[in-house]
């Protein structure tokens, strides 16, 4: 079982969206998936509940008591966990059982200085697990046609973390498809966000599935 964790103490940088989207991209690739939402707002459990055909399971687990809980749930070839925001416990939590971090960084000031602690945690971590766990920055929410994209890899290139080459773009069908409690995937397979998710999807499968 692979566990990935995408985890931002700050709201609003898409934690939700790549969780709910990178479960959905490896579900239709075959594999046996299941999100766990562990933000007590529940809004992976809103995604779910909106859509009565949705396939990828959902559950809820928004106790710092992750690395436990999910010993007990049946075995899965991966688990996507959406991270709660302001809540240290809780991303403690899922890194002990994580083998790849994903933190989704908007490209504004504010958001790079935000990610600084939860990037701190996670340099820790990686030192007590000898490197065990990896992790990656991803620039998301960005605006096509404008410079702030090169700017803010420039900047992150500051953590000392590897830097995902995909970048998720601000785009209405997101939200939108969110809405109907569905995917990009879903309601346009062959668009520009879908290539987004397919790209990302292909770096995280990469990086936890290495080719040697």
């Known amino acids: 079982m692979k566990v990935i964790s995408v985890l931002n103490f700050k709201g609003g940088v898409a934690k939700t969206t790549i969780s709910t ?3 959905r991209a490896l579900q239709l690739r075959g594999y046996d998936v299941v999100l766990v939402d562990s933000d007590p707002q529940g809004s992976s459990r809103d995604w779910a509940a909106s859509n009565p055909e949705q396939t990828v399971p959902v559950i809820g687990i928004d106790r710092p008591t ?6 007990h749930i049946a075995h899965k070839e991966f688990v996507v966990i959406d991270g709660a ?4 416990a809780l991303a403690v939590s899922a890194m002990k059982v994580s083998d790849l971090v994903i933190i989704p960084v908007q490209p504004s000031p504010y958001d790079i200085w935000a990610a600084s602690e939860l990037v ?10 000898d490197g065990k766990l990896q992790t990656a920055l991803l620039i998301t929410r960005m605006i096509k046609g404008t410079k702030l994209g090169g700017e803010v890899r420039d900047a992150l290139l500051e953590f000392g973390l590897p ?9 209405v069908i997101y939200p ?9 995937l879903d309601k346009e ?11 990302l999807c292909d770096e995280v499968l990469s990086l936890i599935n290495p080719v040697k």
Do not use: F, M, W, Y
């Open 120 to 129: 701190e945690l996670i340099k820790q971590r990686i030192e007590l697990t």
């Open 189 to 199: 397979p062959s668009g520009e966000a879908s290539k987004e998710i397919n790209n």
């Open 21 to 23: 989207h990178l479960a």
């Open 66 to 71: 992750i690395e436990r809980d999910l010993k």
């Open 163 to 171: 830097i995902l080459n995909t970048a998720i773009c601000q785009r």
């Open 176 to 184: 939108s498809s969110a809405a109907e409690g569905r995917t990009v």
């Open 85 to 88: 925001p302001q809540s240290q």
